[in-house]
Structures are given as C-alpha cells and as structure tokens.
C-alpha cells in the first residue's frame, strides 16, 4: 500500500513538471520581439518612434504602447 502512494507521487510530481515546462514555453512565445521607443521627446511631445528590439531596452526608457497591443503585466507605468 505505501509503495502505490509513493509511485502514485512520483507519478503526480512528473505530470505537475511536464505541464509547469508547457505553459513556461507557451509565455515565452508571447514575448514581443521589438519595442516602439520614443527618441528625443518628453511627456507632452512624443518626439520620434523607432523601433528597437526588446533586448535593448533599458530602465527608464520610455515606449508607445498602441491599442490592440499585448504588453507583459511585469511592467510598471508612471
């Protein structure tokens, strides 16, 4: 009988690992590949837009979000 609940444990353990590995593979092909950064402008201007890859943005660079656009939820907006 403890034999079965072990196996049974190991077996629940690898299907929670396989199904955690799926769903971190699904969020990493959300990921956007590029950013749309505002060059030169300030808070009532935006200045220019270009578009940068996602990988060179750093800390208090500011981007133009547009409507229908999917955004991580990890960022924070002032």
């Known amino acids: ?3 079965a609940f072990v196996l049974l444990g190991r077996n629940l353990e690898q ?3 396989i199904k955690a590995t799926s769903d971190m593979t699904g969020l990493l092909s959300v ?3 590029k950013a749309r ?5 300030d808070a ?3 200045g220019s837009i270009v ?3 996602c990988s060179s943005l750093s ?3 500011k981007i133009v979000v547009l409507p229908g656009v999917s955004i991580g939820l990890s960022l924070f907006f002032m």
């Open 31 to 33: 990921l956007p590949t």
């Open 44 to 46: 009532k201007d935006l």
């Open 1 to 3: 009988m403890l034999i």
């Open 15 to 17: 299907r929670a690992k």
């Open 59 to 61: 800390v208090g660079d």
């Open 51 to 53: 578009d940068v890859p």
């Open 37 to 41: 950064l505002v060059v030169n402008g």
